[in-house]
């Protein structure tokens, strides 16, 4: 099972930057993936998840009308867009896998960073 979380970077602040989740390992239609993130001195929060089979979305408020997640089903990749990033945005991101029918999530990738600089 592997969950490859890439795309972070230094940006401005009000710039984009796409992370990407590659899955392998699993059956990626029967798992949610959500992302998550982590600041430095804070707790791990849930960001945004992308559903299984019907399409559904979940952002937290932070995040909403800034980010976007979508899901290639061909590519078993899950993206997170991010637009007009703040320095509030800096964290190190994380992608993870949770069966559609559970609870808690069973995968977790290795994060990537993200800074935003005013």
């Known amino acids: 099972v592997q969950l490859q979380a890439s795309g972070g970077g230094l940006v401005h602040t009000g710039g984009s930057l796409r992370l990407s989740c590659a899955a392998s390992g699993f059956p990626f239609d029967d798992y949610d993936i959500g992302w998550f993130r982590q600041a430095p001195g804070k707790d791990r929060e849930g960001v945004s998840c992308?559903?299984?089979?019907?399409?559904?979305?979940y952002y937290t408020d932070s995040v909403k009308g800034r980010f976007t997640i979508s899901r290639d089903r061909a590519k078993n990749t899950v993206y997170l867009e991010m637009n007009v990033l703040t320095p509030e945005d800096t964290a190190t991101y994380y992608c993870a896998a949770r069966p559609t029918t559970g609870l808690e999530y069973e995968y977790w990738g290795r994060g990537t960073l993200v800074t935003v600089s005013s």
């Open positions: 992308a559903g299984s089979g019907d399409g559904t979305t």
